[in-house]
């Protein structure tokens, strides 16, 4: 079993509608989960960090932690042409330093 | 603040030789990772650095090697390149590198070996 899960895609929505990319982990102690956006030849880029069990929204993008599931989501509002790139979830592991994993990300394509 | 640099951005090696990249963290962070990006792979860990210190490593073989300065600086060494060492090398900084902190990467270094 892979420690972080994600559905490799491509995930085609039309501009406007909502995303909704979901992430899997193996590691019940896992402290920090985290969503990168990576853009075709770039590198990761962060977009939103959650801790604790519920939902953060920031501006178009919210994500959801569910920690008895083991499952995180980000969900992207109306969502843009701009936004297609691959998702990428990250995990950092219980520990006092830092172990991040990372699935091998969903690749969103928004259609015009 | 300026962001996580790396360099060189494109390397070319042939098998065998050896390659060594750089990495200067966001200011004040002091903790810098190295990752592998492949498309087959996804990210991978190489290891992580904190005050000179490497605290983790990931499963590479001995060939992948790293160091960090005072300065936070970081360089990571690959000898005897092989062609499967041909990837997206990321660094990340983040500020202490315990499991709660934010890692932000650099540019990458593209490394091909032929």
């Known amino acids: 079993q892979k420690e972080v899960e994600q559905n490799s895609g491509p995930l085609s929505v039309p501009e406007g509608a909502i995303a909704s990319l979901n992430c899997t982990y193996s590691?019940?102690?896992?402290?920090?989960f985290f969503w990168y956006r990576q853009y075709s030849g770039k590198s990761p880029e962060l977009i939103m960090s959650?801790?604790?069990?519920g939902d953060k929204e920031d501006g178009r993008f919210t994500a959801q932690l569910n920690k008895a599931s083991q499952y995180v989501s980000l969900l992207i509002r109306d969502s843009q042409p701009s936004d297609s790139a691959t998702y990428l979830c990250?995990?950092?592991?219980?520990?006092?330093?830092?172990?991040?994993?990372f699935g091998t990300g969903t690749k969103l394509q928004v259609i015009p | 603040k300026a962001g996580v640099t790396q360099t060189p951005r494109y390397l070319i090696k042939t098998r065998g030789q050896q390659v060594t990249l750089s990495c200067s963290p966001i200011s004040g962070h002091r903790s810098v990772s190295w990752y592998q990006q492949t498309p087959g792979q996804g990210l991978q860990f190489l290891f992580e650095y904190f005050s000179e210190t490497q605290r983790n490593k990931g499963n590479f073989p001995g060939r992948f090697s790293g160091r960090q300065f005072s300065n936070s600086r970081s360089e990571m060494n690959v000898s005897t390149l092989e062609l499967g060492d041909s990837a997206l090398y990321l660094c990340?900084?983040?500020?202490?590198?315990?499991?709660?902190?934010?890692?932000?990467f650099g540019p990458g270094t593209r490394l091909t070996v032929l």
């Open positions: 959650i801790y604790s069990n």
């Open positions: 590691d019940r102690g896992s402290q920090s």
């Open positions: 990340a900084s983040s500020f202490q590198g315990n499991s709660y902190n934010e890692q932000f």
């Open positions: 990250a995990v950092s592991q219980s520990g006092g330093y830092q172990k991040v994993t």
